[in-house]
């Protein structure tokens, strides 16, 4: 009964998720005679490799969040319905959502990957991760309220708990909000506090690796300890999480083992594909790597089933270094293109080659003027890396409206080192109960 | 214990509440010899009048919004603490804070109030009102929620339900609301959906009085009707709420009653002073009007306290004209200003005339091109009105960056039609469940 109006006699591609890889499929189908239905449980695309900055209050959510409605609102072709997918009938060629069913006679799930806690899911309520505006919402709410309550708090011992902070994995994500929480205390805050001095905080990134960026070359690495290490932050590599508490986090480094007192742990560590995964390896017998990923053909499809692709995130696609693709945007952007063109080339019968992808290049900002790229025939840091960085991402974010006003804010924070995001919102804006 | 560091020769100015009256005091103290403590639950200070902005994706909370550490950090004699006070002790000139508390020497209060449901608390839940940050993303989220509901809604009764918009309370934010809704659904939208057609949505104004705006002249509530109309505004004046249900309102109208299906009900009726003039009342013998302010001296204090001021929406100051002084921004900052300069003169031992407040003038705003102007001396509607409305409120913003985004924005907004902070955010991001 609910899809009675949508029967119609062109091929039907749904698409599930609408990130950098749903987006871009859609985007690319706007010649191709198909009906596009993308559905997603957010209203908007995010650009997420700036989530960051959200969290650590440089700019504000709608800057980096554009509505999916907005973005496809002239491509005539597609529709977009804010719904939850929840399970599959292959057969039946049925999505099922957690309120009703769409047919497809194509289905593209590009519903990407969350953060995971390595079996100990109960440390997620001390220790939040970065994936969703609320997410960073929620995280700026626990950075500016350790400061807050600093300020008001007697006890030294409970003041220095209040003033570290703790970032778990130094990945990319690890290391921006890292050399962000510097900047803040450092900079941003310096003359905001009567009590407290914001640059007494301690920043303490964990790796488990050997060294930051462990996925860029070590030189690149090395660049970017020194980077953090000039914002005061403190790196501990080789280290792992045993345990966390709601005032404490417990790491262990070769033997030994040690207990921070810290009121705030941020986790940037560990990948956990979406559930779709699992649906996709009970329902076609798709086969899932140990992060949940769905191990995908070299045209994208899940074996026996060329009608599904798997794209983003949530795919393993090794056919090309033997090593998956990084969890990143421009994986997800050209696979979503290819997946498109592949289904025009279908309609017309023709053939087409696997999917390649086309590295362009890593970037990693840490502070003002620093940042490290590895592109494909050499490597930057320092300012010539930055400027890059800022450049790319500008260009990659979908709105121009968006655009200018990013622009407007960075050049402002620049010159004034003022987050003017500073806000905090939602539940409990009271100081943290110690 | 906890002030220790704190105690000081000085004279302590404790002022809660960081509204327009709270900052205002704190600012014009600057250069007065005193020790200033701002309280407030936000670490923020919101620029009220551009609230509904938010609540309709024109701006981001970040825009209309300022950290007060960030305003107050170059004023060396006043410090700022995240905290809630909750009572009062006037023979120890001590505030009780929910964590502790706090010696003054003078207080000022103002917390300003909120909306109310006239004994009706439990409508609270089904019809939000508009005072804070959550509560304008709340109210985001129901509206853009109600559009992508109706759009998946096969049952053609329910989508009616979904596409009815009622906003109780004809006052310059109920029409502000309106007039925006009424954008919103003719223009933001018009591309955006392939079942509904957002235009069809219908926005239904609720007045009790027999006009809109009825603290403005007749003439300039009649243009401010006619505002609405064109934009597809039910209006229905002389009306009353007597029932809120999750999925209807129930209005009398004479003798007259009907219940309107509707998923979306905003309220933007009542003022309910804040409780700490209920505090004042017990502890100080201060009288309440029946909004629950507290009626003040001519000199802005409480009869036996001229330690204690009370300024902006929560004072009742009938001195002037008779009647208590509009809840809006100007009578706060001009009170605020003058208490902080009385402050200053009784320090010299100087004596200073009552307060006296100069009105400006009210300004409201249905649309573009579309407001309303009570000046001083004449009266002006349409695009004079609505120039002068944009002039000044972009002059009141506190922060120059805030200024500049929104500047931009509104400029984007006016020639695109498109609000782009339209995102749904905060608990519940799926469909309202019918």
Redesign the interface.
């Known amino acids: 009964?609910?899809s009675?109006?949508l029967v119609s006699a062109r091929h039907k591609v749904v698409i599930i998720g609408g990130g950098f890889g749903g987006l871009s499929a859609a985007r690319r189908l706007k010649s191709v005679p198909v009906d596009v239905t993308l559905i997603d449980?957010?209203?908007?695309h995010l650009f997420q490799p700036l989530l960051y900055q959200v969290a650590t209050g440089a700019l504000?959510?709608?800057?980096i969040?554009?509505?999916l409605?907005?973005i496809l609102?002239?491509q005539t072709n597609a529709?977009?319905?804010?719904?939850?997918a929840v399970g599959l009938e292959t057969q039946n060629r049925r999505v099922i959502l957690?309120?009703?069913t769409l047919d497809y006679d194509t289905l593209i799930v590009a519903t990407g990957s969350s953060h995971q806690y390595f079996g100990h899911e109960e440390w997620a309520q001390f220790a939040p991760g970065l994936k969703t505006?609320?997410d960073a919402?929620d995280m700026r709410r626990r950075i500016?309220?350790a400061f807050?309550?600093a300020?008001?708090e007697?006890d030294g011992a409970k003041v220095h708990a209040l003033l570290t902070f703790v970032i778990v994995g130094g990945g990319p994500t690890g290391a921006e909000l890292a050399g962000a929480l510097g900047e803040i205390a450092n900079d941003t805050?310096r003359?905001?506090?009567?009590?407290i001095d914001p640059s007494q905080a301690r920043i303490i990134l964990i790796e488990g690796a050997d060294r930051v960026l462990p996925t860029y070359s070590p030189r690149l690495s090395a660049a970017a300890r020194r980077m953090l290490e000039q914002l005061g932050v403190l790196i501990r590599v080789g280290a792992f999480v045993t345990d966390v508490h709601p005032d404490s986090v417990t790491i262990r480094d070769g033997q030994r083992t040690e207990t921070i007192p810290t009121r705030t742990i941020l986790w940037a560590a560990g990948v956990l594909a979406s559930p779709l995964g699992r649906v996709l390896c009970e329902v076609c017998g798709a086969q899932l790597d140990k992060s949940g990923r769905v191990i995908v053909e070299p045209d994208c499809t899940i074996p026996g089933h060329p009608e599904i692709f798997v794209i983003g995130d949530l795919a393993n696609f090794s056919h090309q270094t033997g090593k998956p693709l990084p969890g990143v945007a421009q994986p997800a952007i050209q696979q979503g293109r290819y997946v498109a063109r592949l289904i025009e080339k279908r309609l017309r019968r023709e053939k087409m080659a696997p999917f390649h992808y086309w590295n362009k290049g890593n970037l990693a900002v840490i502070g003002r003027g620093d940042a490290v790229a590895e592109l494909s025939r050499f490597e930057l840091w320092g300012w010539p890396a930055w400027l890059i960085w800022i450049f790319i991402h500008l260009l990659y974010i979908v709105?121009f409206?968006?655009r200018?006003?990013v622009f407007?804010?960075w050049g402002?924070f620049y010159f004034?080192y003022?987050r003017?995001?500073?806000?905090?919102?939602?539940q409990s804006?009271?100081?943290l109960d110690l």
């Open positions: 009964m609910r009675r109006r449980r957010s209203n908007y504000s959510p709608a800057n969040a554009s509505p409605r907005n609102k002239r529709r977009v319905l804010l719904a939850e957690s309120d009703g505006v609320d919402t500016l309220l807050e309550t300020e008001r007697p805050l003359h905001d506090f009567r009590k709105e409206q968006n200018l006003l407007i804010q402002w004034t003022d003017s995001a500073r806000l905090i919102t939602g804006p009271l100081p």
